[in-house]
């Protein structure tokens, strides 16, 4: 036990001394604390991104479901790798140098300015804080799982513990020094998933590998290696619908975000190929392989959700040495405050910028903003708590994955159409804008409280959130934005011309 | 994207991207991810179930198109 509080503690002390170093560093005005001053490059952005995609929820969530339903639900990394790959193709360029060329530190800002609507900045602000609050929130609560598991100590010590390093991190060191810890955090976190794997695989199928591990399966529980997966969940309906959920990544608000801070367009032609090969062909098959094969023919016979999503911590304590569990629950705490510190910077962007600077206080100065961005991380991380406090005394529990694909995803998917219509669409309106998110975001919240005689969502009719709402979204969007007037061409030299014209010149590089 | 409307490679680049989504929808839905009747689950190479060779191929399609596009085509480059 001594030994698992001096690595957590040496862990945290790294974390600090770098959130230290990058508030030395910072020039202390807002740009620079909420935009990294525009400075990132490409291999710090790859690491920045993909460890703000991958929580705690790819070595819990994802595994657990895995686990107990088969391959089926890995669709949704194939449509995430697309759509944050499409984020740096499609929309990357053009929102950075919108917000290169205009200083826009948000990129609700963007779209406000774009549609030239303080009620859509309002609008969105609102809905983006409230579906990614909670999911900042299940990060201390994958951590306060490990730490239960390898400790024995109760749930909220680890969130808790994750909750202070966060907070620390973030008033401290702002985007820049969040982005440059997600490497050192991925690092960590790579070693551990991938280490553990190798080494379990070593240990319990030395004879052929994943041929043996995949050989058990065929014998004990074939219908783990297909699907609709051995529940019969993941059908054709359900494995299309999921990948074209994991598509919407590309509108996910702290990945957005990340695409402000880039230091120049060439980083644009480069990031997609990481994005494949690193991401879609290496990284996320560690879990993949983890959690639909290995770890059920290692351990089979669970059944429930909560213990599905523990699975692989279960099975690396029962075949390692304890010391390199502790090194993979320090993994674990590196994905939950790597993703946790990028949404908890966004969420605090949106509240100083947008709610604060952009309609209450307008006249707010450059200090003022960065010190209310910095003190609302605070407040943010308590109310975030209240996932974990809701799961400790039993009212909130379920299954990671789901909460990530079935509520946090749907949230963000409201302001696609405004988003990419606001950058690729000249046509598209403020008054088709608010119909579309404000039809998308009702029709979201009606459909997930109003429950039939049997708990289904029945405004949903059997299907993925999304599949409903976006469509009401978008086609409300179109047709509205045909009906009114068609915005000024003052706008669309702004938003268009001079964004092509900058883009196209040699000045970006 | 409003860039790649512009020419004709920029259009290809798309049409492959939008195709290989369609095309992965409906290896899905023939039921390519299935066990067959009475046969045990295919496996590639020993241990690589359906859905995750389906996926590796779609990555691999947008990889080329991507590297063919971006570094030979693309007005932004």
Known sequence: MVFDFIALGIFSLIIIVMAAYGYKLSAKTAEDYMMAGRTIGVVVMFFFVLFAISSSWTFYGFPGVLYLHGPGYVFFIWGSVAGFAGLYMFLGPRLWA????????????????RYESKTLRVLLSITMLAFIIPYVGIQPL?????????????????????????????????????????????????????????????????????????TMLVEIDPAKLSAPGPLGEYTTTLMIGTFVVGLMAFCWPHVVIGVMTARDKKLFRWMPLLVF??????????????????????????????????????????????????????????????????????????VARDLIQGVIKPNATDRQITAVARWSVVGIVIFSLSVTVAVQIGAGEEAMALYLTNVSVPGFAQWAPALVGGLLWKRGTKQ????????GVI??????????????????????????????????YIVVSHLTPRPSEQIEDVFFNEVDDYLRSDRTV | ML?????????????????????????????????PEGADPILLFGWMTMPLVAGV?????????????????????
């Open chain 1, 98 to 113: 919108l917000a290169k060329i205009n200083r826009f530190l948000s990129p609700i800002e963007v779209l406000a300015e």
């Open chain 1, 142 to 214: 994958g951590v306060g799982r490990g730490f239960e598991a390898l400790t024995g100590l109760p749930l909220w010590v680890g969130a808790v513990y994750t909750s202070v390093l966060l907070i620390i991190l973030v008033i401290l060191g702002g985007m820049r020094i969040v982005a440059w810890v997600n490497i050192f955090l991925g690092v960590v976190y790579v070693t551990a998933l991938l280490g553990s794997l190798f080494w379990v695989v070593s240990i319990v199928f030395p004879d052929a590998g994943l041929v043996q591990a995949a």
């Open chain 1, 277 to 350: 090969i690193f991401g879609g062909l290496f990284f996320y098959i560690i879990p993949f392989i983890w959690g639909s094969l290995v770890a059920p023919a290692a351990m089979p016979g669970i059944t429930s959700a909560a213990e599905a999503d523990s699975v692989v911590q279960t099975v690396i304590q029962t075949y390692l040495p304890r010391w390199f569990a502790v090194l993979v629950l320090m993994g674990v705490i590196a994905a939950a405050v790597s993703t946790a510190a990028v949404q908890l910077m966004t969420s605090s962007i949106i």
């Open chain 1, 432 to 439: 088709g804008a608010l119909a579309g998110t404000f039809a």
């Open chain 1, 443 to 476: 029709y979201l919240l009606l459909g997930m409280l109003i429950k039939g005689a049997d708990g289904s969502n029945i405004l949903f009719f059997g299907l993925h959130p999304v599949v409903p709402t976006l469509p009401l979204n978008l086609i409300l």
């Open chain 2, 3 to 35: 860039e790649m409307k512009t020419h004709r490679a920029g259009k290809i680049f798309l049409a492959v991207l939008v195709l290989s989504i369609i095309a992965m929808m409906v290896v899905v839905g023939l039921g390519y991810m299935e066990t």
């Open chain 2, 57 to 77: 191929v779609f990555v691999l399609v947008w990889l080329v198109a991507y590297l063919v596009y971006f570094f030979k085509y693309w007005p932004y480059r």
